[in-house]
Structures are given as C-alpha cells and as structure tokens.
C-alpha cells in the first residue's frame, strides 16, 4: 500500500469519528436543536442544506427541512423517522425540501405505525402547494416516484403521509400544530415569490423559533420570535446585500434588530453561504448593534441544548 492511499484511508476514518463525535454532543436530556443542514443550495462548501431536529429526552420529536444532503445528517445522529410527530417544510426551495423522499424511502425499512404529517405553505402561480409537492412525488400513477405510491394509499397500514397546506393570513402568527407537550406555530414571511414559513415551538416552558429562509419585512416576526430561548435564523446575505438577495433574505442589521425587539436569549446563524462564510466578524458586529445576547454560528452537526435563562433586556 503506497503512502498516500495509507493517508487517504486515515483521513475518511479520521473525518468519519469527527462526524459521530460531533453528532454526539447532544446530551438526550431535554429539548435540544440539532443542526443536520446549515449551508444553502451552494455545494462548494460540502455543507448539507437547511434541516433542523427538534429533540425532546433522545427522541426526534419534529424535523424542520430537509434539505439537500440532510438525510445522511439524519441517519449520523441515531435520528429515527418512526419517533417523528412532524416534518414541517418551511417552502419547496431545493435547498429545503430537496432530501424528503430519501427520508421517506428509508421509512420503509422501519417499523412505523402512525400517520406522518407534512406541513407546509400552500402554493401560488410559481410554487405548488405542500400537498401537491408530496403527490407530486409520490402519486402512485403519476408521482415522479411513484413506486413509493403506498405512503399516500389509506390501507390496512395506518404508516401513510398526511400533507397538509399552512394557509396562515398575513402578519398573523397562527397555531397550526399541536402534539403532546408541543405547540407549534406559523407566520406566513416574505421571501420573495416564494410562499414560506417562519415557525415558533412552545414545549411547556420553553420557546423555539425558527425563520425559515424570509427578508424579515413581516411586521409580526418579533412577535413570532418573542422571548425564544432559541431563535435560528439565515444568515443568507452580508450587511449590504440588494437586488434579488435582499429581496429574499434579510442582511444582519435586520437579524439584530428582530433578535433585540423579541428578547431572544440565543442567537443561532444558519443557511450560512459563500457570500457571509468568512465575514462572521462584520455579520456579529451589526447584530450587536441592537442585540447584546449571545450569538453562534452554525455548522453542520452542531447541537444546541436548551435551557431556561434571564431574558436580554
């Protein structure tokens, strides 16, 4: 064996204990956030596109996305889709909504019992609406993968996809989902063209939010965010972006200020890009211009556990 295969083969294994040991850093304790996708559509980067778990004591209560790439992600962390109460697919970007029917083949080898619900924003003249995105998919006469027509069938088995569009009126933040210990609710928010959610998770005390991929114009998203104990947001663009970027995606000024106005005690940038990765200094140095909590930058893997603390005034 020649010397640089030798090195090529410690470095997978070497890469590969790196992978499971950062995926092992949630504790299993308590709600926590697991990162499986904090890149964007770009794939110079090698990071997986957006998807967030939710965990609850060890069990992967709600997926948010499924971006490209995240499905392995899933499967790294010991993440299994039979514990699943949700996939909420924030919009049907590529970038988010690109893994679900790898997601959903790998169900079949698993031993659910229950109904799945897919939920997300219904569609206008550019986008299809979520559920029909899922037959689009997998109609069984029509379905690009319509050999996985049988997660659509009502049958014997009660293991099916129950897709569901979230009509949420404007500037309206919405409850459109309830599970045991787990409200969950949506704000319809300005991406462009794009029909997309901004989400909030209420599990007893603690708040969750989510914002999805939005130019952060909606005049409710402080109120959507307000008092999260976790609030993951894009950092998408740099301070200074126009055209088409600012149009769908909000700069860090704009991250500050919504973080500052809802009281959120952790800051956590994702759907970080080419375009911010390596300006992380500047992205934080507008933030903190109106927000004083603490700010993280995610990476693929990355686990936050989430604790009860003193809100930032």
Known sequence: MNKILRLLIVIAFVSLFAAHAHAARCTGKGVEVQVLGSGGPEIEDRRASSSYIVWQ???????????????????????????????????????????????????????????????????????????????????????????????????????????????????????????????????SSDHGPVPSLALRFEMGEIVLAFSGDTNGNSKAFAELARNADLFVAHNAVPEGAEGLARDLHMPPSVIGRISATAKVKKLVLS???????????????????????????????????VAKSVAVP
Request: proline fraction near 6%; aromatic fraction near 10%.
């Open 57 to 187: 004591d060890g069990k992967a209560r709600a997926l948010v996305d499924a971006g490209s790439g995240s499905a392995n992600h899933f499967g790294d962390v010991d993440a299994r889709i039979v514990d699943l109460d949700v996939i909420f697919l924030t919009h049907l970007h590529v970038d988010h909504a690109a893994d679900l029917p790898v997601l959903i083949k790998a169900s079949y080898f698993g031993n659910r019992t229950r109904p799945l619900p897919v939920l997300g924003p219904a569609g206008n003249d550019l986008y299809p609406s979520t559920t029909e995105f899922v037959k689009l998919l997998f109609d069984g006469k029509q379905g690009l993968y319509r050999y996985l027509g049988e997660f659509l069938i009502e049958g014997d088995g009660s293991y099916v996809l129950k897709p569901k569009d979230l009509s949420v009126p404007g500037d309206k933040v919405t409850q459109v989902f309830s599970g045991p210990g787990m409200t969950v609710l949506a704000l």
């Open 271 to 305: 759907h970080r890009m080419l375009r911010t990765l390596g300006k992380e200094s500047e992205t934080t140095r507008f933030i903190a211009q109106e927000y004083r909590g603490p700010v993280v930058f995610a990476n693929d893997l990355d686990c936050y556990p």
